[in-house]
């Protein structure tokens, strides 16, 4: 009940294009569900978060989808660039902790 | 901009020997994770500290685990007998809030080579 399921893997698209990503949870206490962005070497950078009391929140070129009856949420990255290639974690997060728990990454590349 | 720091950046060592891996979290901040990423695979929490002490951990952070906060700046984790499978890269992180309120930041992690 604790897993965030996160798809897909991997995504090419064309500079650009729109890459989705899609993420499901199953725990309704969670209650902050962010999205992370890691280059290789690096640590996730928090790109944009969205609290399940919003449907949408757009920051930029990147906008969170979230859908509370479904319990799924996704991240859309608007003309994507060749900068944008990176891994990609949705996570979120119970009321009563801290703990993140983690999506499995989806790898992005986006062809010039 | 304030960022969290860690060391070693690299760390290889022999089976059964005892790893510290540190960091130094924001400064302001006053709650404290760790966090790895075997290799290809998603990022697991291992343990959040506040307050100087453990506030909560996983099935992964078992006894072989410890964390401190020895001084102001530092906060460090002990693996007591290293095993093949704790390579990893292992992120520390830091947030001024908890339950929902505090944004985590990472630091660039530890990658750790057991051999």
Known sequence: QQQVKQSPQSLIVQKGGIPIINCAYENTAFDYFPWYQQFPGKGPALLIAIRPDVSEKKEGRFTISFNKSAKQFSLHIMDSQPGDSATYFCAARNNAGNMLTFGGGTRLMVKP | ?115
Not at chain 2, 53 to 61: D, G, P, T, Y
């Open chain 2, 1 to 115: 901009e304030p960022e969290v720091t860690q060391t070693p950046s690299h760390q290889v060592t022999q089976m059964g020997q005892e790893v510290i891996l540190r960091c130094v979290p924001i400064s302001n901040h006053l709650y404290f994770y760790w966090y790895r990423q075997i290799l290809g695979q998603k990022v697991e929490f291992l343990v959040s500290f506040y307050n100087n002490e453990i506030s909560e951990k996983s099935e992964i952070f078992d006894d072989q685990f410890s964390v401190e906060r020895p001084d102001g700046s530092n906060f460090t984790l002990k693996i007591r007998s290293t095993k093949l499978e704790d390579s990893a890269m292992y992120f520390c992180a830091s947030s001024d809030g908890t339950g929902g309120t505090g944004e985590l930041f990472f630091g660039e992690g530890s990658r750790l080579t057991v051999l």
